[in-house]
C-alpha cells in the first residue's frame, strides 16, 4: 500500500504545475487526501485537502485562489493544480491520506499514509 506524488519540477514565478497523488493500494474516493509540503530549512505544512466522498475542498491562506486540489474517481488520483506560483512556493510537496478520520483535519498527525515528496522549484 503506497501513494506516489508525481508532477513536480522548475516553474517561473507566475506559473504552473499540476501536481498528482495515486494510489494503487487505495481507493481514494473513500477518503480524506491531503497536500503537505515543506520549504527548504522549515517545517512541513498543511496546504490542501480534499474530502472525495463529499468533494468538501479545504485549503491554506497560503494557497487560496491559487491552487486547486481536485480529484480524478477514474483513475483514482488527487491533483494539485498549482497557479500563479511564487518563489515561496519551492518546497518538497507530500500527498497523503486519512483513512481513519471522518472529518477533515489539517493536522499532519491525522494522515496515516504518506507518499514520497516530490520537488517544486519555483524561481524568481
Known amino acids: 500500500v503506497q501513494l506516489q506524488a508525481s508532477g513536480g519540477g522548475l516553474a517561473q514565478a507566475g506559473g504552473s504545475l499540476r501536481l498528482s497523488c495515486s494510489g494503487p493500494?487505495?481507493?481514494?474516493?473513500?477518503?480524506?487526501i491531503g497536500w503537505f509540503r515543506r520549504p527548504p530549512g522549515k517545517g512541513r505544512e498543511w496546504i490542501s485537502s480534499?474530502?472525495?466522498?463529499?468533494?468538501?475542498?479545504y485549503y491554506a491562506d497560503t494557497v487560496k485562489g491559487r491552487f486547486t486540489i481536485s480529484e480524478d474517481n477514474a483513475k483514482n488520483t488527487v491533483h494539485l493544480q498549482m497557479n500563479n506560483l511564487k518563489p515561496e512556493d519551492t518546497a518538497v510537496y507530500y500527498c497523503?491520506?486519512?483513512?481513519?478520520?471522518?472529518?477533515?483535519?489539517?493536522?499532519?498527525?491525522?494522515?496515516?499514509?504518506w507518499g514520497r515528496g516530490t520537488l517544486v522549484t519555483v524561481s524568481s
Open positions: 480534499v474530502d472525495v466522498e463529499d468533494d468538501s475542498t
Open positions: 497523503a491520506v486519512d483513512t481513519t478520520g471522518s472529518s477533515f483535519s489539517s493536522s499532519a498527525s491525522a494522515y496515516n499514509y
Open positions: 493500494g487505495f481507493t481514494l474516493e473513500d477518503y480524506i
